[in-house]
């Protein structure tokens, strides 16, 4: 299986990036390929609402930059792991970004999807505050993957918390969870 894995937060190391690593590492025990990319790292542009998508004028997306690149990666990805802290209560904003980026995938003309349809996925959030508060940001994950991309729902991790960056490695049990995830992924 290839998977392909989206980590939303600028704090290299931190608590997104080590619950998603630890997903990879459960991946990785059953031999399968993973490739893990940093979001800030990635100078997205964000869509420039240019149509080209939509009006099929380009397979995947007009903009010429690094995210443009990865498209057609996700679309022959068989799993795709978006990690993101919650900043000012929604996903952070390099992760909206790349999510903007994902409308080549929409249909917007008969309101279906293209490539992603029965791809797995699995979201992972982390906020300071208890996990309890911001399952708003993972259900906003899941109507975006589930609904509008009809992708098969893998898992969730709903981590809180987490304010300084090494919090996670007082969670031994989420971390546990995410391995678990990764592991029973087929
Ligand atoms: C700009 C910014 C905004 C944040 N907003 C929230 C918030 O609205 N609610 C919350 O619980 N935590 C908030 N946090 C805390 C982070 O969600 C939390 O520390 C998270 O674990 C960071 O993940 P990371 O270690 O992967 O960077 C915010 C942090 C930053 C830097």
Not at 33 to 61: H, I, P, R
Not at 76 to 100: E, H, R, W
Not at 129 to 142: C, D, I, Q, R
Request: one cysteine or more; charged letters at 20%.
């Amino acid at each position: 299986m290839k998977v392909i894995a989206f980590v939303g937060s600028p704090r290299k190391d931190g608590n997104t990036s080590q619950i998603v690593d630890s997903i990879c590492a459960g991946l990785k025990e059953n031999g399968h390929a993973v490739e893990v990319y940093n979001l800030a790292e990635l100078d997205n542009k964000g869509c420039q609402a240019c149509d080209s998508c939509q009006a099929n004028k380009v397979e995947y997306c007009a903009i010429n930059d690094k995210m443009t690149t990865l498209l057609p990666k996700m679309a022959d990805a068989d799993c795709l792991i978006v990690g993101t802290p919650v900043y000012m209560m929604q996903v952070s904003g390099d992760t909206k970004n790349f999510l903007d980026r994902l409308f080549t995938f929409y249909v917007r003309s008969n309101h279906t999807a293209r490539y992603l349809p029965g791809k797995k996925y699995i979201t992972v959030t982390c906020s300071g505050a208890p996990a309890e508060a911001f399952g708003s940001v993972t259900e906003y994950l899941n109507q975006l993957f589930s609904g509008s991309f009809q992708m098969e729902n893998a898992g969730n991790i709903t981590a809180g918390n987490l304010m300084s960056k090494d919090d996670i490695s007082k969670q031994q049990e989420v971390l546990k969870q995410a391995e678990d995830m990764g592991r029973k992924l087929s």
